[in-house]
């Protein structure tokens, strides 16, 4: 097997890894601040893609405004969601919250259906095709940009975590709810907080990715099985190992797929998944009690 | 300071309290003492909007807080520690104090969120003020430590000097003498009234009678649900009623 083609594959694997990353880390802040895996996360990535589609063709604008204004109507999407189907619920037990989410996600996706239509769509990218040679290898400067992008996103997420107030309680919460609500940190406003973050940070992964694999109302399926399959390999933590578990999965499928068979680039994904949760169900990296945010 | 009037909990059919009424009065130290079983904790639990309970109120500077959940309680200046400490424990002991001091916050939680470098200057206050409240409960040196990573007695400290910096004017402590030893606790007894000496009122359930007599200023017995006693440590000393629920009646 040619060095070329292995470093190819890495190269591509790293990129799409890198957007399941950001998937994975918007399932991981909503599971730390409420304990819920909200399966409709996928659906904002699918949102991003096709909102940004809408504001470059609907309203004609710049890709510059596009996106962050196709994040912005996906983060309100967000705060329906959180608003609307899961602070309501008078008995907020983790099944009947996944259930909530699960229909949450059908909904979001049929809409979309009805808005969009069953078709694939492409997003122009970001910055020409013109094709990038790397030792032998090939990239497309798309690749650099969602390189580029999920790093800066996972700094800030970082800082805001890590470096202020607001952030540090939210962690709070995921350490000790009820510590939390005795020095007065707000759950309920965290919650709110958490499903925010999240969808904003699905749907830059929606954005970022549509240009190389277009996009379709029905894309954040498995957009969001492989995400929550990065943030099971980091053991749910909103930091370093659901980064590491999104670019280990990106590769090895990548791999899997050139090497093997390309029909194998799903499968590949959720034998993954499943022998971590047989195995190590607390994370590739985590201890017992792994960091969470 | 703290008025509760008439509070009855009925946990199914059992009567954990009955009517149970008093008043604590600003920058004393209460103790609340009472067998096991009392409902020592259970009062504790509604006063901070745990429970709820099934009747009576609580008042709380003159304002009526009844059932008003804990972080609303918080930011009227009343907070409380645990009987088994509640801390953040992947979080250092800095942080544990800093995230208590979030309600004074001046950069709203939104602000925060969006408005980066100014909250960061923020943030650098907050820690100041923070560093402030580990020195003053003695755990400075520790600043940087994991708080899960805390010995008990540790962790007791850590989880005071938090609830302080929330800016309380009232601090209900849920028996800080338990778990710790001897020495702990004479340094614990010393933390009270320092604490009382700012200006906070304080009230424990306690066990430790030692402790409770020596730093109260102002003892509330318990005993069944309903209030056995009222008065001095002296008082309460000498008060049969009281001697006889600890110790058994001789008839």
Known sequence: MQFDQILQYTLSGLSTGAIYALIGIGFSIIYNATGIINFAQGEFVMLGGLLTLSCLELLALPLWAAVPCAIAVSTVVGILFERLAIRPLKQPTPINLVIITIGGSILIRGLAMLVWGKDTHAIPAFSGDVPISVGGATILPQHLWILAITLVTICINKIYFYHTISGKAMRACSYNRRAAGLVGIDVRRMVLFSFIISSAMGAVAGIIVAPLTMTAYDVGVMLGLKGFCAAIIGGMSSGLSTVIGGLLLGVLESLGAGLISSGYKDAIAFIILLLILFIRPQGLFGKADSERV | MLEVSGITQIFGGVTALDSVSFAISA?????????????????????????????????????????????????????????????????????????????????????????????????????????????????????????????????????????????????????PAAGLNSQETVGLAQLIKQIRDTGITVVLVEHDMELVMDICDRIIVLNLGTKLAEGTPREIQESSAVIAAYLGDDD
């Not at chain 2, 918080?74 to 001091?101: H, P, S």
Request: a neutral charge; aromatic letters at 6%; proline letters at 4%.
């Open chain 2, 27 to 175: 920058g004393d130290i209460t103790g609340v003492i009472g067998p096991n079983g009392a409902g020592k904790t259970t009062l504790f639990n509604i006063i901070t909007g745990i429970y709820r309970q099934t009747a009576g109120t609580v008042h709380l500077e003159g304002k009526n807080v009844t059932g008003l959940p804990p972080e609303k309680l918080a930011r009227l200046a009343m907070v409380r520690t645990f009987q088994n400490i509640e801390l953040f424990g992947g979080m250092t002991v800095l942080e544990n104090v800093m995230v208590g001091m979030h309600t004074k916050s001046s950069a709203g939680l939104l602000a925060c969120a969006f408005k980066m470098p100014w909250s960061i200057s923020e943030e650098r206050r907050i820690r100041e003020g923070a560093m402030k409240w580990l020195e003053f409960t003695g755990i400075v040196d520790l600043a940087d430590h994991v708080a899960g990573s805390l010995p008990f007695g540790k962790g007791r400290l850590l989880e005071i000097a938090r609830a302080l910096a929330v800016e309380p004017r009232i601090i209900l402590m849920d028996e």
